[in-house]
Structures are given as structure tokens and as C-alpha cells.
């Protein structure tokens, strides 16, 4: 078995806040007597993401001076990078029988999925961090959005996970990062890619993917299956589509497919950055960056989320993006391009947006084989239809 130099997880250290066992039997007995408090979707997936080392090296919701850090200079206090404040916000009414230093359970509804020791209890100013995370203080952005409509303290402290979330859809792809550094290595692979998406794979998509996977060992398609927005494809859906595409377009031994559990925040370029750190928590040693990364709206710049890179030192952030254009089937050169490699102009380009895609799903009608595969498109189009069947 190829042992060869895995990546460091960010920190050092893959942090494992999974209790098993006695000490996990324990934990639940001590926590019949505890106060509790309910999450949120988001805080379960943040919670679970924190126990099983994808936010390494955090090991708990932060604290004020790792927030305040974070919001202000894109790093912990200890001076890590670190681009987004991943905090436990809760009802001012709620939290008044919680005191710093105690410990709570966290429950999703009536499940217990773990508890918490409260060291810090905080105030925090929203606006400012819509303004700093989001660039933005409109209530329109989904992402300031959730922001405002959440409570108004913080609870920081170290957190366990004694269950994990209701939601197991998916299991087969449920990759922890210790689990998906072992199969990279099982497999030999030195150099992984890591592709983040919330979307189906389009002709373009392909490219990118396969053109990044010529410089490296493996892919690790890794799409985001927590919540996301209304105009995203289901997650169900999706991974259908993707099923799909790797059986017949990709050879087995180069991909692993696998779900990431993450709340889509639409911080664009930091949640370019946050999803980065991630993957290279999971072990990827490489990481690809589109045009407008975790974008919505016009709220970020074409090429945001590719700067924001420049504003670190390489070894700061660890694992490699990689950058790409937006990319397209060109009927003069015969094969998928973009703008760096095609001299055509545009009536040559086959291009549909994400708007005339879907419109042309709903009919049930396939785009062209140039830009969807038609195993993917005959996919896509039943979603469409069922999904639609729901809501009439
Ligand atoms: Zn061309």
C-alpha cells in the first residue's frame, strides 16, 4: 500500500470530535440532566462538519476573538487562515439559563446529537458582518439573509458528536475526511483534485474536471449536499446525474464521488477559501476554482473568488487552486474551450444559461448533446417532471 506523503490537515492536526464507546455511553448519561437547546439546519451540518475534522482545526463554534478575527482579517486568532465565522447563534430568551462554563446538549429537534461546553457567551454586531463576510448588507443576499433571521447571542466552546444528524441520505457517499484520506491512499493517489459543486455536470464541468485530472493521481467530485437555494437542482437529483456521467464518461480508478454536508452560504470569494481549506482537510492536495465561486446575484466579481487567493501566501492555505475560465463547446474547433484556448467568435459557441436550462428541463426537453450529456439531460428532465408533479 502506497503510505507516500499525504497533506497535512489545516492546523496540523484532523480533529476527531466523535465519541465512541464508553466514554460516548457516558456522555449520553450525563447528559440527561443537562440544559438543551435546538439547532438550526445549518448548526447540525456545521456541528458535524466541526466532529469529524472538515473544519480542522476548529473543534468547537468559535469564540469572540477567533470571530471577531475571522470577520476582520480572515484569520483565528492564533493566526491561521480561517475566512468564515462558523458560530452557534441562538435566542437571546433561550439562552438566559446558560451560563459561561456550562455544559448543553445540542439537539436537532428530538434527537441528541451532542453537547457542548459553553465558555463564551457573546453579542455580536450583524450588520458588520454582513458588510465584511458578504460585502454586502442587503437582505436580498441569502446568505445576509439567514444572518439577520438568526438569534442575537453567540455560544463559543468545544463541542462532541454522540449521534450523527437525522439526514443519512446519501450513506454511500458520506466520506468523513479521515475515511477519504485513507481511500486516496488505498488507491495509491498522491495529488487529488477536489471539485465543488451544487450543480449537474454539464459538457463544461467535464472539461474542467478532466482537464485538471491530466496533472493529478485523482478526482474527488465532492458535491454540496446541504442546504442550498431554490433555483439549485435537488441533491437527489444531482447525484442521480452524477452516477450517471462517472459510469459512462470517467474511468472508475481516477474518481471517487462523495457528499459534502456544508450549508451553501454564498460568501463567494471567502467561501472560496473556506471550501479550499476544507477539501484539504478531506485530503485533497488540489482544489478547482471557477468564475464566480459560491457567487449569487452580481454581488461578487467575475473573478473574486479567484483573487482573494493572491491575498495569502500559498503555504498559508496549503492546498493548490487551480483556475478556470468558463468553458463551452466550440463548433469550429470541434471540442469543449474557453476563452484562452478558442480564436471563434461567439455565434460559434454553443452557450445556454442557467435560466435556459432549466426552462428547457421544465418542458422536458434535453439542451444539446454539446452542452449536456444525454444520459445526464434524461436525468435532469425527470427531476424536472417529479419535482413539478409535487408541487401541483
Ligand atoms: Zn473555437
Given amino acids: ?19 465512541r464507546g464508553v466514554i460516548r455511553e457516558a456522555a449520553l448519561e450525563r447528559a440527561r440532566d443537562l440544559p438543551g437547546i435546538q439547532l438550526s439546519p445549518a448548526s447540525v451540518s456545521d456541528l458535524e462538519l466541526i466532529a469529524v475534522g472538515a473544519f480542522s482545526p476548529l473543534a468547537g463554534f468559535m469564540g469572540q476573538a477567533d470571530y ?66 458578504f460585502r454586502t448588507t442587503e437582505e436580498a443576499h441569502p446568505g445576509v439573509a439567514r444572518l439577520y433571521a438568526q438569534g442575537d447571542v453567540l455560544l463559543g466552546g468545544p463541542v462532541t458528536l454522540l449521534n450523527r444528524p437525522k439526514d443519512r441520505s446519501f450513506i454511500e457517499f458520506r466520506h468523513d475526511p479521515a475515511q477519504a484520506r485513507r481511500m486516496f491512499a488505498e488507491r495509491g493517489w498522491r495529488r487529488i483534485v477536489g471539485f465543488q459543486t451544487r450543480n449537474p455536470i454539464h459538457r463544461a464541468h467535464e472539461y474542467i474536471q478532466k482537464s485538471a485530472l491530466e496533472i493529478v493521481d485523482g478526482l474527488f467530485l465532492h458535491p454540496l449536499v446541504g442546504e442550498t437555494g431554490p433555483d439549485d ?16 464518461y470517467y474511468p472508475p480508478e481516477r474518481v471517487i464521488l462523495g457528499v459534502f454536508p ?32 459560491a ?18 501566501r500559498p503555504e498559508e492555505i496549503g492546498i493548490t487552486p487551480l483556475f478556470f475560465e468558463h468553458a463551452f463547446y466550440c463548433k469550429k474547433c470541434g471540442t469543449v474551450v474557453t476563452a484562452k484556448t478558442c480564436p471563434h467568435d461567439r455565434e460559434e459557441h454553443v452557450y445556454l444559461s442557467g435560466t435556459q436550462v432549466r426552462a428547457m428541463l421544465a418542458r422536458g426537453e434535453a439542451p444539446p448533446p454539446e452542452f449536456t450529456r444525454p444520459e445526464v439531460a434524461q436525468i435532469l428532465i425527470q427531476g424536472y417532471q417529479s419535482s413539478n408533479a409535487e408541487e401541483a
Wanted: a negative charge.
Fill in 68 to 133: 471577531q478575527s475571522v470577520v476582520e482579517t480572515m484569520h483565528l486568532a492564533n493566526g491561521l487562515v480561517w475566512s468564515l465565522p462558523i458560530t452557534l447563534p441562538a435566542e437571546k430568551g433561550t439562552t438566559d439559563h446558560i451560563g459561561e462554563g456550562d455544559e448543553i446538549v445540542l439537539y436537532e429537534e428530538d434527537r441528541l446529537l451532542g453537547l457542548m461546553t459553553v465558555e463564551e457567551k457573546f453579542g455580536y454586531d450583524k450588520v458588520r458582518e454582513a458588510h465584511e463576510v
Fill in 295 to 312: 457567487g449569487v446575484g452580481d454581488y461578487y466579481g467575475t473573478y473574486d473568488a479567484q483573487l482573494i487567493f493572491d491575498e495569502f
Fill in 262 to 293: 456544508a450549508t451553501m452560504r454564498y460568501a463567494g470569494p471567502r467561501e472560496a477559501i473556506f471550501h479550499a481549506i476544507c477539501r484539504k482537510n478531506y485530503g485533497c492536495t488540489h482544489f478547482i476554482v471557477g468564475r464566480d465561486h
Fill in 233 to 248: 437542482v435537488p441533491a437527489d437529483v444531482r447525484i442521480r446525474s452524477y452516477q450517471a456521467i462517472l459510469r459512462d
Fill in 1 to 19: 500500500m502506497n503510505t507516500g506523503a499525504s497533506i497535512s490537515p489545516h492546523g496540523g492536526t484532523l480533529i476527531s470530535r466523535v465519541l
